[in-house]
């Protein structure tokens, strides 16, 4: 009888085994398309939203402030003309800079308000061209050498963060800071800052 037993009792964990491993092999991954501005959090990390959101907040602000009249009174009228420069990343995890830059550089574009020239690697690539125009294009088609146009401002900034976490509960701060700098004079004509904070609770028997 006691045999017996125990063999219920093995036969009975095999079948709830089998019953949990049937389960796991059931799930499925499942992928659905979305709108690219749609909001979808899966996590408090910074993400694709985040980046938009800011990037139109702060240029919104910026265009706000009176330097952009000031200078076309002091320039008859000329539209002002901005290089993006560096945006350090100083947060706690890997955030893709160069999205939050093309997302700056499309928002500000969009109002009409003011120029952009390229820099850094992009800026080399054009210069390439040009000097490869030199010696391989028709004359009358080539790009002239010495015609770039120098910026009247430079914009840079920061993305920084702070994590608090406690048990199941985590709360993570970002703070962008973006500086808009005269070039010629090298005065401050504008600062912004905007703040994201997220809550992310873990359930029970869920993982970070």
């Given at each position: 009888m006691r045999i017996s037993a125990i063999m219920q009792r093995i036969l009975a964990a095999c079948s709830i085994m089998i019953l949990l491993i049937g389960g796991f092999?059931?799930?499925s991954t499942?992928?659905?398309?979305?709108?690219?501005?749609t909001t979808v959090d899966i996590s408090d990390r910074w993400n694709d939203t985040d980046s938009r959101l800011v990037a139109k907040k702060m240029i919104s602000d910026m265009l706000t402030y009176p330097w952009v009249e000031k200078f076309k009174e002091n320039n008859g009228g000329?539209?002002?003309?901005?290089?993006l420069k560096r945006v350090q990343n100083k947060s706690h995890e890997h955030i893709a800079v160069d999205t939050f830059i093309n997302d700056l550089r499309r928002a500000a574009l969009r109002s009409g308000?003011?120029?952009?020239?390229?820099?850094g690697p992009a800026r080399e690539q054009v210069r390439e061209e040009r000097k490869d125009q030199d010696i391989h294009a028709r004359e009358d088609t080539r790009a002239e050498m010495g015609q770039e146009i120098g910026a009247d401002f430079a914009?840079?900034?920061?993305?920084?963060?702070i994590v608090d976490q406690v048990e199941g509960k985590r709360v993570t701060f970002y703070q962008v800071d973006l500086?808009?700098?005269?070039?010629?004079?090298?005065r401050v004509a504008w600062t912004g800052q905007k703040k994201i904070k997220k809550v992310m609770e873990?359930?029970?028997?869920?993982?970070w």
């Open positions: 092999s059931c799930a499942q992928v659905s398309r979305v709108d690219s501005d000329e539209t002002p003309t901005v290089i308000k003011i120029d952009f020239v390229v820099g914009l840079t900034g920061t993305i920084s963060s500086e808009l700098v005269n070039m010629e004079k090298n873990r359930s029970e028997f869920g993982f």
